[in-house]
């Protein structure tokens, strides 16, 4: 059972930075056999991609509306994966999710991710 739960998401002028976390917990295996990413559904939309980082933290993949103001980073001593959102802009307001997947590499795909959590309320106010 892996259980993740986000934070730090808010309310935030356009132009303005947020930093969002995921705390993970599992019985089966840990934090560093997991590849996480963090993917974002807006009101009437589905969810979508933003970024995805490997096991190790070595590699890293963005969207490309984020690549540049967003960064993805994992720290496997804490059990914890970060999105550091810059720039924001008002395109940018949803709920965003983080997921964990029994792949180790970075991964795209919503459907490779086998844990969700409960999601963070991203707005971002123009």
């Known amino acids: 059972q892996v259980r993740l739960v986000e934070s730090g998401g808010g309310l935030v002028q356009a132009g303005g930075s947020l930093r969002l976390s995921c705390a993970f917990s599992?019985?089966?295996?840990?934090?560093?056999?997991?590849?996480m990413g963090w993917f974002c559904q807006a009101p009437g939309k589905e969810r979508e991609f933003v970024a995805a980082?490997?096991?190790?933290?070595?590699?890293?993949d963005y969207a490309d509306s984020v690549k540049g103001r967003f960064t993805i980073s994992r720290d496997n001593a804490k059990n914890t994966v970060y999105l550091q959102l810059n720039g924001l802009a008002p395109e940018d307001t949803a709920v965003y999710y983080c997921?964990?997947?029994?792949?180790?590499?970075?991964?795209?795909?919503?459907?490779?991710?086998?844990?969700w959590g409960q999601g963070t309320q991203v707005t971002v106010s123009s």
């Open positions: 997921a964990a997947s029994e792949y180790k590499i970075v991964i795209v795909d919503t459907a490779l991710y086998n844990y």
């Open positions: 599992g019985r089966k295996f840990g934090f560093s056999d997991y590849g």
């Open positions: 980082i490997n096991s190790d933290g070595g590699s890293t």
